[in-house]
């Protein structure tokens, strides 16, 4: 078992490195999801989401997607769309992720693992929690 501390980390390349360790059969914690660096402006991303949300299927409504509104839930999400999903292998690698928008008290994370390659700020980012936060508020078209 991992436990994964993601303060700090841009979101798509630790999402990469979970896909591959749940791959592997390995079970992870993701913890402080919240805090994950997304780049690009926070306007840009609500509008993208918001693109998004107001897709519907023609043929039934309720058969559209559905797009989650929590940090942690967003993340899982992303690493869902890096998993072959339709098969049994990537279905219970899904089921091996835990992921969390602040640190639980339950878990230990003194020995969390971070990866320092994955911190690196490019020029404009925002924040997943900031644009979980953005994305609720906003008012239907």
């Known amino acids: 078992m991992q436990v994964i501390n993601a303060k700090g ?29 997304v780049t690009g402006s926070l306007r840009q991303e609500v509008d993208r989401l918001n693109s998004l949300k107001h897709q519907k299927s023609k043929t039934n409504p309720e058969h559209s997607p559905k797009y989650p509104r929590v940090p942690h839930m967003m993340f899982k999400r992303v690493v869902r769309g890096m998993l072959p999903k339709k098969t049994s292998r990537g279905r219970e690698a899904l089921h091996r992720l835990k992921a969390y928008s602040d640190v639980p008290e339950t878990i230990d994370v003194t020995g969390a693992i971070s990866y320092p390659e994955f911190a690196k700020k490019p020029a404009r980012y925002t924040t997943l929690g900031a644009i979980c936060k953005a994305f609720s508020y906003t008012t239907p078209v």
Do not use: C, F, N
């Not at 490195?17 to 993701?30: C, D, R, Y």
């Open 9 to 37: 980390l841009i979101m798509g390349r630790l999402a990469t490195k979970v896909a591959k360790t749940l791959l592997s059969g390995e079970e992870v914690i993701v913890v402080g999801v919240s805090d994950t660096i």
